[in-house]
């Protein structure tokens, strides 16, 4: 009976540390799933901000330049406006507005429009600008100014009707 009575005592002090010990990693493997469920809402709370940033920096992008590109549109129209009241010489509208279409990107057709700006800003190209301009002596300026005359003479029925008809609202 002694026997017995220890080996159960033995039996169920095994049971007992078995059932703890299953407990034990119960709880253990709780906790290791709790944590990693946090990490991973953590993760996923990471991961929508980022696109939603993203988001937010592309639509500010594409706002931007959308913004640019009606500032680059409206300037157009003044120097339009501008040429069609001789408020400036056809050579500086040609030429500022030939860089500000190309600043556009427009479309093959659309670059059709300002083709005869394009054609007097590169047949008068050659004519020196700003400094240069300033440190060309009379004699020089007059000639050059004489030219830009004669090539503005040649090319100003096609600009001003180019700048007409982008004048007119579309």
């Avoid at 002090?13 to 078995?18: F, T």
Wanted: a positive charge; proline letters at 1%.
């Amino acid at each position: 009976r002694f026997v017995k009575a220890v080996f159960d005592r033995y039996l169920i002090s095994e049971i007992i540390r078995e059932k703890c010990m299953s407990v034990y990693i119960q709880i253990f493997m709780l906790v290791v799933i709790f944590s990693l469920s946090a990490y991973a809402v953590l993760l996923c709370k990471k991961l929508w901000k980022l696109r939603r940033d993203a988001t937010i920096d592309k639509n500010k992008e594409q706002q931007r330049v959308e913004n640019k590109k009606i500032e680059t549109q409206e300037s157009i129209h003044i120097l339009i406006n501008c040429l069609l009241q001789d408020q400036v010489s056809l050579t500086e509208a040609a030429i500022r507005i030939s860089g500000l279409a190309k600043a556009l990107k427009l479309s093959d057709i659309e670059q059709q429009f300002y083709t005869a700006f394009d054609n007097l800003a590169m047949a008068t190209s050659h004519i020196p600008i700003l400094e240069a301009w300033g440190k060309l002596s009379a004699k020089e300026q007059k000639r050059f100014n004489d030219e830009r005359g004669t090539i503005e003479g040649e090319h100003k029925a096609t600009v001003l009707e180019a700048a007409k008809r982008l004048s007119k609202p579309q």
